[in-house]
């Protein structure tokens, strides 16, 4: 159901750190153009964590209004309260978007059985299929593979983000998984050991400056074009691991701001990057070409 690259979309905020829907607009319209996959509006790329829930849902249905059709919105609905996360998912389904990408909750820590009650009532009351996002570097739990592969069974829970940075992990997951169950990358610098393994797809950050080139490497992948594949990954590796020189977003963020897509804004907690870090950006771009 999940296959290629997909882009974890950025939000853009004017000036007055207001969302700039112009902005977001254009950034959909520049995606698709360049041939991704499908889109990915306010998950943690997205800044979720300030935004308001009213906020939240106006971004998906702008996303989803000028996509028209054209490819995939997976609405970034999830919360650490399921009650709240069933809400925003069927708010999302309203306005049109297509799938949901639901954080494994964060904070309250939940355990396993937890997880899988979680996500279950959120795939039984939400209406939209379900992509469960496993990333314990930011909720401080791991959704163990037992657990994934129980809520694989579930004909709502159509996939999962993996982004526990553990490929032991990975290769668990897809060889126990059902097959109509997809499993995506997290993480840029792991997609192409992924997909490799028998992975789907990413849910990309660098694709929000490189689409095309994201979407070309996750095709050289999914066809067995291994050379190719490798060649791109290799290239783009140094951005790769650049645009997680701070804290995601904030690195992709200004490489998209140097680009013209978006201003340097953050709401804080996030902050800009520090003056020698953007020099440090601005060198990888150059010398990768990207800028």
């Known amino acids: 159901m999940f296959k290629g690259a997909y882009t974890a979309l950025i939000t853009p905020f004017a000036a ?3 969302v700039d829907e112009g902005a977001i607009r254009a950034l959909v319209d520049n995606q698709i153009e360049k041939g991704i996959a499908g889109l990915v509006p306010v998950g943690t790329t997205g800044e ?25 919105v997976i609405a970034g609905t ?11 998912t069927l708010r999302a389904r309203d306005i049109g ?20 009650q979680h996500f279950t009532r959120v795939a039984d009351e939400g209406g939209l299929p379900v992509i469960v996002y496993n990333i314990p570097g930011r909720t401080s ?19 999962v983000k993996e982004a526990s940075g553990s490929i032991a992990q990975v290769m668990d997951v897809i060889s126990r998984k059902p097959k109509d169950f997809d499993v995506l990358s997290g993480d840029d610098n792991l997609a192409l050991p992924l997909m490799l393994l028998g992975g789907s797809g990413v849910i990309s950050v660098a694709s929000n400056l490189i689409p095309d080139r994201m979407s070309a490497l996750a095709a050289a992948a999914l066809r067995g074009d291994h050379t190719t594949a ?18 995601n977003p904030i690195p992709i963020k200004y490489a998209m701001h140097l680009a013209g897509y978006a201003e340097d804004v953050y709401r804080l907690p996030m902050c800009p ?19």
């Open 230 to 247: 490798l060649e791109m990954h290799y290239a783009l590796l140094p951005f790769f691991r650049a645009i997680f020189m701070d804290t």
């Open 78 to 88: 999830g919360s650490n309260s399921t009650r709240e996360a069933i809400d925003m």
């Open 97 to 116: 978007a297509n799938a949901t990408l639901q954080v494994a909750p964060y904070y309250n820590k939940p355990n396993q059985e937890g997880f899988y």
């Open 141 to 159: 739990r791991n959704i163990e593979t037992d657990t994934m592969i129980r809520l694989a069974a579930h004909p709502n829970i159509a996939a």
């Open 48 to 72: 979720s964590p300030t935004v308001t829930h009213d906020e939240n849902i106006r971004i998906v249905e702008i996303v989803v209004k000028q996509a028209a059709g054209r490819v995939p």
């Open 16 to 18: 007055d750190e207001s």
């Open 273 to 291: 990057l520090a003056p020698e870090l953007k020099q440090k950006l601005k060198t990888i771009l150059s010398e990768t070409g990207l800028l």
